[in-house]
């Protein structure tokens, strides 16, 4: 009997933890709830019917590229913020449930040290990939002007991909190859990564393990390939692409490349196998097409465009079925919006924007409730 009444304890003290930690969950959600409901609806515009609110996260500077960890629980970003004595992109990460980034600073994660871009959580959440040119300068690297008033991008050479915790200890470096190697992002299976590379002399996709281990070449056709993600399972991958065709598109292209340049301003999105097989192009919109990301379903791409712009700008985001069908643009801005990614529940998008910036070229990020 003392037994049955023993084991009747302690079945129930474990009920009770469940159910207790079972409504710390709930209150939880209902608070991140109640913070997205609480902010003001001027920030969505009219016609942005797949966003049931909207907050701005961040405050003054140029916030971009913000990524969530496996849990949902934390965004890891790059920032240039003048006020954080940031002369260039640097690495920070933050639990945006709890963080109020209009009077605090998010948490350091990369070294402080030269340019850094594309940081990406690994299995477990403890974790951190990234590029940075640390290693070759501690100063940033300097930023080309335009070329004959075109708009271009750099491609650092001494760009390396790199592992760090959380508290900014480098623990792996995943690249050392002579060249380019930076835009890492993971599968949310766990298994692999997926990064662009000079190292063949154009630039192109690799995968490769957590580890680094097992490098294999994805792309290899003459252009920009780069900003890739996997899908949902894994097994696809969505990127952006330039692909010059003409002669002079292509002696354009190369002489750029050549002075460690690319020129953004004609891409388009391409899809593929995880392993390269069944690549196809998934856009032909004109102008800018770029940071796709995968719709939680697997199905749908969602990314930024400037296609139905006549002065390059403004950017807003789109979503398009994977077999090319359906485009419908999402956001109604006036300026920009880009950097879309859905939280791996598929309740929220965190993106970038210049919306409530005064009228300044402020870039913050936003999350969005998000409704199909």
């Known amino acids: 009997m003392k037994y049955l009444v023993y084991l009747s304890l302690v079945l129930s003290l474990f009920t009770a933890c469940l159910n207790s930690a079972k409504k710390e969950e709930v209150k939880e959600e209902i608070k991140t709830e109640e913070a997205l409901d609480s902010t003001s609806i001027n ?40 006020e954080w004595d940031l002369a260039c992109d640097q690495i920070y990460y933050f639990d945006w449930r709890n963080y109020d980034l209009s009077s605090s600073m998010p948490n350091l994660v990369s070294t402080g040290l030269g340019r850094t871009t594309c940081s990406y959580f690994l299995p477990g959440d403890s974790t951190i990939v990234y590029a940075s040119t640390h290693l070759a300068d501690s100063a940033c690297p300097p930023v080309p002007e335009r070329i004959a008033g075109k708009y271009v991008w750099p491609i650092y050479p001494s760009f390396d991909i790199f592992v760090a915790d959380l508290d900014g200890n480098i623990t792996a470096q995943l690249t050392n190859e002579e060249g380019y190697d930076a835009e890492a992002t993971v599968s949310p299976k766990g298994d692999k990564i997926v990064f662009t590379s000079m190292r063949t002399g154009d630039l192109e996709l690799f995968t490769c393990n957590i580890d680094g281990s097992d490098v294999k070449q994805i792309t290899n056709e003459l252009g920009y390939d780069g900003g ?105 801005d006036e300026t920009f919006d880009a950097f879309p990614v859905f939280s791996n529940d598929g309740k929220h998008l965190v993106f970038s924007s210049n919306r409530n910036n005064g009228g300044t070229r402020e870039t913050n990020l936003f999350v969005a409730k998000w409704k199909d």
């Open 43 to 82: 920030l969505i515009k009219e016609g942005e019917n797949n966003f049931s609110s909207l907050k701005q996260l961040t405050f003054g500077g140029d916030n971009a590229e913000a990524y969530w960890s496996f849990d949902d629980s934390k965004l890891v970003f790059q920032v240039t913020n003048p």
């Open 228 to 332: 890739a993600f996997f899908s949902p399972d894994g097994s696809k991958l969505i990127f952006r692409a330039s692909r010059p065709k003409t002669e002079e598109a292509i002696k354009e292209y190369k002489e750029l490349l050549a002075e460690g340049l690319v020129q953004p301003t004609e891409m388009e999105l391409f899809i593929c196998n995880a392993d390269g097989s069944d690549l196809r192009q998934l856009t032909s919109l004109g102008q800018a097409n770029w940071c796709p990301f995968f719709h939680p379903s697997g199905k749908k791409v969602i990314f930024a465009s400037n296609h139905s712009s006549k002065r390059g700008f403004p950017f807003n985001l789109y979503m398009i079925n994977i077999d090319g069908t359906g485009l419908k643009q999402i956001t109604q």
